[in-house]
């Protein structure tokens, strides 16, 4: 099975910033779609930021404005970062692989480990 590596997290405070890393292998990085899902406690699992083979970004309403999700192709790294952070934001982030679909449906998604994410004073 492919692996997602992910980095980043932690404590922030609000209206802080954060970015999170997630690199996978080549062979899943130019061919899957990458993005991000969170979790929140006692909350669904939900789309965040996609970004196409393409380089084309996608965001979830909630973030628009806020979080801005990127690429290195050289690095196979996917990043996502995130600003103005409120309580809201606060939860376990995953990164995604995705294909066979369109963001955020896919037939094949790999998952990464997770990294929490807490906004708090």
């Known amino acids: 099975q492919e692996q997602l590596v992910e980095s980043g997290g932690g404590l922030v405070q609000p209206g802080g910033s954060v970015r999170l890393s997630c690199t996978a292998s080549k062979n899943i990085f130019s061919i899957y779609t990458m993005g991000w899902y969170r979790q929140a406690p006692g909350k669904q699992r939900e789309a965040v930021a996609g970004?196409?083979?393409?380089?084309?970004?996608k965001y979830a309403d909630s973030v628009k404005g806020r979080f801005t999700i990127s690429r290195d192709i050289a690095k196979n790294t996917v990043y996502l970062q995130m600003n103005s952070l409120n309580s809201g934001d606060t939860a376990v982030y995953y990164c995604?692989?995705?294909?066979?679909?369109?963001?955020?449906?896919?037939?094949?998604?790999?998952w990464g480990q997770g990294t929490q994410v807490t906004v708090s004073l």
């Open positions: 970004i196409t083979t393409q380089g084309v970004p």
């Open positions: 995604v692989a995705g294909a066979g679909g369109n963001w955020p449906n896919y037939r094949d998604t790999r």
